[in-house]
């Protein structure tokens, strides 16, 4: 056995004279293709296509899995689009070195292979890959706004057609090994205690590679691709406008063009993510990656395991919050008087296990640690407590004062209230430093984003360890001080009034949504409004027209009184059909008026300068992340302030200005502008 | 010959080397009545719905117990040993040891004597033990022609064997075995548990009409317990459709002479007394205890409700097997040198009013007392307004594991509401047998 070690891969040869080459990126707990990885890599291919070993064998050291991907941050570091295509021919030559070996080459994948390292996978001629959930496999390039450049779309549509290898390209997803065996993505999903062996036998005995189906050829053919592209433009026109988002049309172009031409497909991939990636969509996409990084990074603390989260207040938000903690792996204990709550509690939680669980075992195991408590039991031993009670201050104090007492001095105790500031409710506390918001968005399951709320008396061990519990429960963390509307409801109230104000004025509700969607929102305001429910968009609209200057629409106010309250009710400004809202056509003959999509647009972002001169999070690009994972605020703009910057403070101030002038106050340019406009250069 | 049997039993287990072994904690599930198809809930499920609250509730973790022992007649077929798998999905860790035991319809109280062993030999501290019935759940079985055919199915290897073994299966290989009815007959005297019941009214006297009053009391007595909140042991169970079970759901609040007359005999039709409104109801529901030693007791700080002070187990004819109270009560009584009018309060299960009334009668009978239980005289009359006093069996159900862990449970909450001493808890065993444990409520 000799064994020879570079800084990032280390060869092991066996007895058999098959070689292990082992991939530990130096420095780094997952393994990405870096510039310097890759590099040692082409300099030990060499080694190996001069002297073929009796088999290759690639396998990764880290726990976390194969290959992550590229390294994204080299991403955003190309000057020029030909700076970005020289970086991607290299990759491609080395993947088809790789390929061309004339030894079997065998991918061993475990955890995430995902990107570049499932292309890395794909050059070789098997792969096999550990069948635990815990590996995944895919291709989230799209996600980045690109496609597979290291010649990954050729590959993957080669081993597992077009339908599948499309679906895997186009949506981003990730798969189980047992549905990447299931569409020939991978040849052997076993278990990890078969895994070596299933690798060696790879080599020893290669299995026949299996074919396609026949009718696989016929969707390729070259009549037929341009009628199959519709298809998939029209799948995908769903989801992403191709003037915000390039890519997923880019590769279906790629694939209508070129497919059954290897060469020229390989050099037009490597073109066309060259173009994409030094695009503004993939820069900004790559920037929200990015940001999401930062906020994962705020909930680092090794040394904190809570176990056992209990929630008070079996409402939507409280039993969404709990079902969604046990999911997560916590004990949970779910808190309320009426026992009729806590069963609509289990009934929400047992639809949300059976979609995302999909086996009973595990839904079971689940449901056993979401336990229904009527009389408190769990306060205990709990270390982490929710409060999900109606908005009451007086009320969340009483309660306050009742359960510190049989609480652990340690425990995290967190309010879910969305508009009373913490210091009112600290009071109630003999250890008030202990209090910290944790303020979740609905749908919990859906919403990644958690506000981490501080109050002045929040300790900072209290804050960290928010955060850090936000990130065990598989969310973002986003620390804000406790001032009104906190930094996601404060931005969004001014744009969804705006919206109910235009549709007091007549604008055809369509128009309005549709203003917004043009702009990137995933979602139009009325929309989100009827979805969110008007009763509770009142409720956070009249308090925080307390503390800021909003006027809520006596629409609004209507409609709640006579119990529209949207989605919920079946209707509110829309109605809904199936759970879907019912859209009229607007009149052919209406014609929206210019500022319209400015008035929703630029409300918000005056509110989010208001928040940056209020220092409601700590800087720009929180709030940029705070705002595009707590609303949805159009990804590819890379965010709120990352916008302002772009189109210039000083145009847009100019621009509420007019808005102001033509529409009211509302509009009024906050002082922060002229701060903006001094820093700008 | 018996009197001989009887004082040997007497005089037994003087040891002094016996830890105290001691009642927590303790909680139940509502039982749920049977309606001709599985129930919201399987047995483990049940367990685990009155189990979590009774762990959440303790100052030390699942974990810490050092054994989890339950008594189940039927598991469902995912449910071998169920006890471990109950453990498991209460938390218990992979380190606490489970086992199942079964004694039919005192499996329940086995679960607990058997925890109350461990305890008192010193083998451990603190044991979960309790017992679990889901009847509805109870397996409908291929018959045995059936299995054969499908074996010879599955071993016909090409398309004329297929055909040839296809024109051999006839409708009677489809004839379903219901287990739940099997498990209800004694597979040695051929009796099913209701005609002992017929037995024993017959041999007693006991008429219809005292079966039928019986009946109704117990109901009567479960609705005035519902009404006063004296069922404080109930955990409620939530299902995945979002509906509560809060209660005991088989108590008929309007039950009357005239109605219960009305129903049929079930088992001796068509000239038999033992009917549906006299028997037990079949119905599902756990029913889970907390015992410790002195040592655990100290160790946290635990609030202790009695001590289980003794148990006895008796064998009879597997044709009288109603009348196993009496056999079992009767030497405890003799060795803690009771009378009937000693004991506080009694819970008696009643598998069927004329099981529960015999018992009663047998004590106050010369000759049987003679003959069977080798007294000089008769042991007297029990009152009944100590005996099942917030109902039994006939209006809360039996679900066959777990009564012998629900009344002993509320034996000890009918103490403490009384402010009482001493009880008895007993059951009669199909197959022939009678168990008693005999609790000591702790005051102060």
Same mark, same amino acid.
């Given at each position: 056995?000799?064994?020879?070690?570079?800084? %990032?891969?280390?060869?092991?040869?066996?007895?058999?004279?098959?070689?292990?080459?082992?991939?530990?990126?130096?420095?780094?707990?997952?393994?990405?293709?870096?510039?310097?990885?890759?590099?040692?890599?082409?300099?030990?291919?060499?080694? *190996?296509?001069?002297?073929?070993?009796?088999?290759? &064998?690639?396998?990764?050291?880290?726990?976390?899995?194969?290959?992550?991907?590229?390294?994204?941050?080299?991403?955003?570091? *190309?000057?020029?689009?030909?700076?970005?295509?020289?970086?991607?021919?290299?990759?491609?030559?080395?993947? %088809?070195?790789?390929?061309?070996?004339?030894?079997?080459?065998?991918?061993?994948?475990?955890?995430?292979? /995902?990107?570049?390292?499932?292309?890395?996978?794909?050059?070789?001629?098997?792969?096999?890959?550990?069948?635990?959930?815990?590996?995944?496999?895919?291709?989230?390039?799209?996600?980045?706004?690109?496609?597979?450049?290291?010649?990954?779309?050729?590959?993957?549509?080669?081993?597992?057609?077009?339908?599948?290898?499309?679906?895997?390209?186009?949506?981003?997803?990730?798969?189980?090994?047992?549905?990447?065996?299931?569409?020939?993505?991978?040849?052997?999903?076993?278990?990890?205690?078969?895994?070596?062996?299933?690798?060696?036998?790879?080599?020893?005995?290669? !299995?026949?590679?299996?074919?396609?189906?026949?009718?696989?050829?016929?969707?390729?053919?070259?009549?037929?691709?341009?009628?199959?592209?519709?298809?998939?433009?029209?799948?995908?026109?769903?989801?992403?406008?191709?003037?915000?988002?390039?890519?997923?049309?880019?590769?279906?172009?790629?694939?209508?063009?070129?497919?059954?031409?290897?060469?020229?497909?390989?050099?037009?991939?490597?073109?066309?993510?060259?173009?994409?990636?030094?695009?503004?969509?993939?820069?900004?996409?790559?920037?929200?990656?990015?940001?999401?990084?930062?906020?994962?990074?705020?909930?680092?603390? !090794?040394?904190?395991?809570?176990?056992?989260?209990?929630?008070?207040?079996?409402?939507?938000?409280?039993?969404?919050?709990?079902?969604?903690?046990? /999911?997560?792996?916590?004990?949970?204990?779910?808190?309320?008087?009426?026992?009729?709550?806590?069963?609509?509690?289990?009934?929400?939680?047992?639809?949300?296990?059976?979609?995302?669980?999909?086996?009973?075992?595990?839904?079971?195991?689940?449901?056993?640690?979401?336990?229904?408590?009527?009389?408190?039991?769990?306060?205990?031993?709990?270390?982490?407590?929710? $409060?999900?009670?109606?908005?009451?201050?007086?009320?969340?104090?009483?309660?306050?004062?009742?359960?510190?007492?049989?609480?652990?001095?340690?425990?995290?105790?967190?309010?879910?209230?969305?508009?009373?500031?913490?210091?009112?409710?600290?009071?109630?506390?003999?250890?008030?430093?202990?209090?910290?918001?944790?303020?979740?968005?609905?749908?919990?399951?859906?919403?990644?984003?958690?506000?981490?709320?501080?109050?002045?008396?929040?300790?900072?061990?209290?804050?960290?360890?928010?955060?850090?519990?936000?990130?065990?429960?598989?969310?973002?963390?986003?620390?804000?001080?406790?001032?009104?509307?906190?930094?996601? %409801?404060?931005?969004?109230?001014?744009?969804?009034?705006?919206?109910?104000?235009?549709?007091?004025?007549?604008?055809? /509700?369509?128009?309005?949504?549709?203003?917004?969607?043009?702009?990137?929102?995933?979602?139009?305001?009325?929309?989100?409004?009827?979805?969110?429910?008007?009763?509770?968009?009142?409720?956070?609209?009249?308090?925080?027209?307390?503390?800021?200057?909003?006027?809520?629409?006596?629409?609004?106010?209507?409609?709640?009184?006579?119990?529209?309250?949207?989605?919920?009710?079946?209707?509110?400004?829309?109605?809904?059909?199936?759970?879907?809202?019912?859209?009229? $056509?607007?009149?052919?003959?209406?014609?929206?008026?210019?500022?319209?999509?400015?008035?929703?647009?630029?409300?918000?972002?005056?509110?989010?300068?208001?928040?940056?001169?209020?220092?409601?999070?700590?800087?720009?690009?929180?709030?940029?992340?705070?705002?595009?994972?707590?609303?949805?605020?159009?990804?590819?703009?890379?965010?709120?302030?990352?916008?302002?910057?772009?189109?210039?403070?000083?145009?847009?101030?100019?621009?509420?200005?007019?808005?102001?002038?033509?529409?009211?106050? @509302?509009?009024?340019?906050?002082?922060?502008?002229?701060?903006?406009?001094?820093?700008?250069? | 010959?018996? $009197?001989? @049997?009887?004082?040997?039993?007497?005089?037994?287990?003087?040891?002094?080397?016996?830890?105290?072994?001691?009642?927590?904690?303790?909680?139940?599930?509502?039982?749920?009545?049977? @309606?001709?198809?599985?129930?919201?809930?399987?047995?483990?499920?049940?367990?685990?719905?009155?189990?979590?609250?009774?762990?959440?509730?303790?100052?030390?973790?699942?974990?810490?117990?050092?054994?989890?022992?339950?008594?189940?007649?039927?598991?469902?077929?995912?449910?071998?040993?169920?006890?471990?798998?109950?453990?498991?999905?209460?938390?218990?860790?992979?380190?606490?040891?489970?086992?199942?035991?079964?004694?039919?319809?005192?499996?329940?109280?086995?679960?607990?004597?058997?925890?109350?062993?461990?305890?008192?030999?010193?083998?451990?501290?603190?044991?979960?033990?309790?017992?679990?019935?889901?009847?509805?759940?109870?397996?409908?079985?291929?018959?045995?022609?059936?299995?054969?055919?499908?074996?010879?199915?599955?071993?016909?290897?090409?398309?004329?064997?297929?055909?040839?073994?296809?024109?051999?299966?006839?409708?009677?290989?489809?004839?379903?075995?219901?287990?739940?009815?099997?498990?209800?007959?004694?597979?040695?005297?051929?009796?099913?548990?209701?005609?002992?019941?017929?037995?024993?009214?017959?041999?007693?006297?006991?008429?219809?009409?005292?079966?039928?009053?019986?009946?109704?009391?117990?109901?009567?007595?479960?609705?005035?317990?519902?009404?006063?909140?004296?069922?404080?042991?109930?955990?409620?169970?939530?299902?995945?459709?979002?509906?509560?079970?809060?209660?005991?759901?088989?108590?008929?609040?309007?039950?009357?002479?005239?109605?219960?007359?009305?129903?049929?005999?079930?088992?001796?039709?068509?000239?038999?007394?033992?009917?549906?409104?006299?028997?037990?109801?079949?119905?599902?529901?756990?029913?889970?205890?907390?015992?410790?030693?002195?040592?655990?007791?100290?160790?946290?700080?635990?609030?202790?409700?009695?001590?289980?002070?003794?148990?006895?187990?008796?064998?009879?004819?597997?044709?009288?097997?109603?009348?196993?109270?009496?056999?079992?009560?009767?030497?405890?009584?003799?060795?803690?040198?009771?009378?009937?009018?000693?004991?506080?309060?009694?819970?008696?299960?009643?598998?069927?009013?004329?099981?529960?009334?015999?018992?009663?009668?047998?004590?106050?009978?010369?000759?049987?007392?003679?003959?069977?239980?080798?007294?000089?005289?008769?042991?007297?009359?029990?009152?009944?307004?100590?005996?099942?006093?917030?109902?039994?069996?006939?209006? &809360?159900?039996?679900?066959?594991?777990?009564?012998?862990?629900?009344?002993?449970?509320?034996?000890?909450?009918?103490?403490?509401?009384?402010?009482?001493?001493?009880?008895?808890?007993?059951?009669?065993?199909?197959?022939?047998?009678?168990?008693?444990?005999?609790? $000591?409520?702790?005051?102060?």
């Amino acid at each position: 056995m000799t064994d020879y070690k570079e800084k %990032n891969w280390k060869i092991e040869e066996d007895a058999d004279g098959i070689v292990w080459l082992h991939l530990d990126k130096a420095d780094s707990k997952t393994n990405v293709l870096s510039a310097d990885v890759l590099a040692e890599f082409e300099t030990l291919l060499d080694a *190996f296509s001069n002297q073929p070993p009796r088999g290759l &064998i690639i396998l990764s050291d880290k726990d976390s899995g194969f290959i992550a991907g590229a390294d994204v941050k080299e991403f955003t570091a *190309f000057s020029t689009e030909q700076e970005a295509r020289e970086a991607i021919e290299r990759g491609h030559r080395i993947m %088809n070195r790789l390929e061309s070996l004339s030894c079997p080459t065998v991918a061993m994948l475990t955890g995430f292979t /995902l990107g570049g390292g499932l292309e890395l996978a794909l050059a070789c001629k098997y792969r096999v890959a550990d069948n635990d959930p815990a590996t995944r496999i895919g291709l989230p390039e799209v996600k980045l706004g690109i496609h597979p450049g290291f010649g990954g779309t050729v590959r993957c549509l080669e081993r597992t057609g077009v339908l599948n290898g499309m679906d895997l390209m186009l949506s981003g997803r990730s798969i189980s090994a047992r549905a990447a065996q299931k569409m020939r993505l991978i040849d052997y999903a076993v278990p990890r205690r078969h895994l070596r062996e299933a690798a060696r036998a790879c080599v020893q005995n290669p !299995p026949k590679q299996k074919s396609l189906p026949v009718w696989n050829n016929l969707l390729n053919y070259k009549k037929v691709r341009p009628l199959l592209a519709k298809v998939f433009i029209k799948k995908v026109a769903a989801r992403a406008n191709r003037a915000h988002y390039p890519a997923p049309y880019a590769l279906i172009d790629l694939w209508v063009q070129h497919y059954g031409d290897r060469d020229t497909m390989l050099h037009a991939e490597a073109a066309s993510v060259a173009h994409l990636i030094t695009g503004k969509t993939a820069q900004n996409l790559v920037r929200v990656f990015m940001l999401q990084e930062q906020l994962k990074g705020l909930g680092r603390l !090794p040394d904190y395991v809570p176990r056992h989260v209990h929630v008070i207040g079996a409402g939507v938000m409280g039993g969404d919050i709990a079902a969604w903690c046990a /999911l997560q792996g916590f004990t949970v204990t779910i808190q309320d008087t009426q026992p009729e709550a806590l069963g609509r509690v289990i009934q929400r939680a047992y639809s949300l296990y059976k979609k995302r669980l999909k086996q009973k075992r595990p839904i079971t195991a689940t449901l056993d640690r979401l336990m229904p408590d009527l009389d408190g039991d769990g306060l205990v031993k709990a270390d982490v407590v929710i $409060e999900a009670i109606f908005e009451d201050a007086e009320v969340k104090r009483q309660l306050f004062r009742d359960i510190e007492p049989r609480l652990k001095p340690e425990t995290l105790i967190a309010t879910n209230t969305s508009s009373i500031p913490l210091e009112d409710l600290a009071n109630a506390l003999n250890n008030p430093e202990r209090l910290v918001g944790l303020h979740f968005f609905n749908p919990v399951a859906m919403m990644p984003l958690i506000e981490i709320v501080h109050g002045k008396q929040t300790s900072e061990t209290t804050q960290n360890r928010a955060s850090a519990f936000a990130r065990k429960i598989n969310r973002l963390p986003l620390p804000v001080t406790s001032s009104p509307g906190f930094l996601v %409801n404060r931005v969004l109230m001014p744009y969804l009034m705006e919206a109910v104000v235009l549709a007091e004025e007549g604008v055809p /509700l369509s128009v309005i949504d549709k203003a917004a969607t043009d702009f990137g929102m995933p979602m139009g305001p009325i929309e989100l409004a009827d979805t969110v429910g008007l009763d509770i968009c009142l409720k956070v609209a009249e308090i925080l027209s307390r503390y800021m200057d909003i006027e809520v629409p006596g629409i609004l106010q209507d409609k709640v009184s006579r119990k529209n309250l949207g989605k919920k009710s079946g209707a509110g400004f829309y109605t809904f059909a199936k759970g879907k809202a019912v859209k009229p $056509e607007p009149d052919k003959q209406y014609t929206p008026a210019t500022d319209l999509q400015d008035r929703l647009i630029m409300r918000m972002l005056n509110e989010v300068v208001a928040c940056q001169r209020d220092q409601v999070v700590e800087n720009g690009d929180l709030a940029d992340a705070g705002i595009i994972f707590g609303t949805g605020f159009a990804p590819f703009r890379g965010g709120p302030v990352h916008y302002i910057k772009e189109r210039g403070p000083e145009q847009l101030e100019k621009l509420l200005n007019n808005l102001m002038h033509n529409h009211g106050d @509302r509009f009024k340019p906050d002082a922060g502008w002229s701060t903006l406009i001094k820093q700008t250069p | 010959m018996a $009197e001989t @049997r009887a004082k040997k039993k007497t005089t037994r287990r003087t040891s002094a080397s016996r830890r105290p072994v001691y009642i927590v904690d303790g909680s139940r599930t509502p039982q749920l009545k049977a @309606r001709n198809k599985p129930g919201p809930f399987s047995s483990a499920d049940l367990a685990v719905g009155c189990g979590r609250p009774l762990l959440a509730r303790q100052p030390f973790e699942p974990s810490d117990l050092d054994e989890v022992i339950i008594g189940c007649v039927m598991p469902g077929p995912d449910e071998a040993n169920i006890a471990r798998v109950i453990a498991l999905r209460l938390g218990c860790g992979n380190k606490v040891p489970a086992w199942t035991v079964q004694r039919n319809c005192a499996s329940g109280m086995q679960s607990l004597d058997s925890a109350a062993k461990d305890i008192s030999m010193g083998r451990a501290d603190l044991v979960l033990a309790g017992g679990v019935e889901a009847m509805s759940h109870a397996p409908v079985l291929l018959n045995e022609d059936m299995v054969t055919w499908l074996g010879a199915w599955m071993s016909a290897r090409t398309w004329p064997q297929r055909l040839k073994t296809l024109g051999q299966l006839r409708p009677g290989h489809l004839k379903p075995i219901i287990a739940l009815l099997r498990g209800l007959t004694d597979p040695v005297v051929g009796l099913s548990m209701g005609q002992t019941a017929e037995n024993l009214a017959w041999h007693f006297g006991i008429s219809r009409t005292d079966m039928d009053a019986y009946a109704m009391r117990s109901h009567q007595r479960l609705a005035a317990a519902q009404d006063k909140g004296y069922l404080s042991e109930i955990e409620p169970l939530f299902d995945t459709r979002g509906n509560v079970y809060q209660q005991d759901d088989g108590v008929r609040r309007d039950s009357s002479m005239e109605q219960l007359a009305k129903l049929r005999p079930v088992f001796d039709k068509p000239f038999g007394n033992v009917t549906a409104g006299n028997s037990a109801q079949i119905t599902d529901g756990a029913a889970l205890l907390l015992l410790a030693s002195e040592a655990a007791i100290k160790k946290y700080d635990l609030k202790v409700m009695g001590q289980i002070k003794d148990s006895e187990w008796a064998g009879l004819d597997p044709a009288y097997m109603g009348l196993g109270p009496v056999h079992a009560i009767t030497p405890l009584l003799q060795r803690h040198k009771l009378k009937l009018n000693d004991v506080d309060y009694w819970e008696i299960n009643e598998a069927f009013a004329a099981q529960v009334l015999a018992c009663l009668k047998a004590w106050e009978d010369r000759d049987y007392c003679r003959d069977e239980l080798g007294l000089k005289s008769p042991l007297g009359k029990l009152d009944q307004s100590r005996l099942n006093v917030d109902g039994g069996g006939v209006s &809360i159900g039996h679900p066959v594991g777990t009564s012998g862990a629900r009344i002993t449970l509320h034996l000890l909450h009918v103490l403490e509401r009384n402010n009482a001493k001493t009880g008895i808890a007993s059951l009669c065993i199909g197959g022939g047998q009678g168990g008693a444990l005999l609790i $000591e409520r702790t005051t102060g």
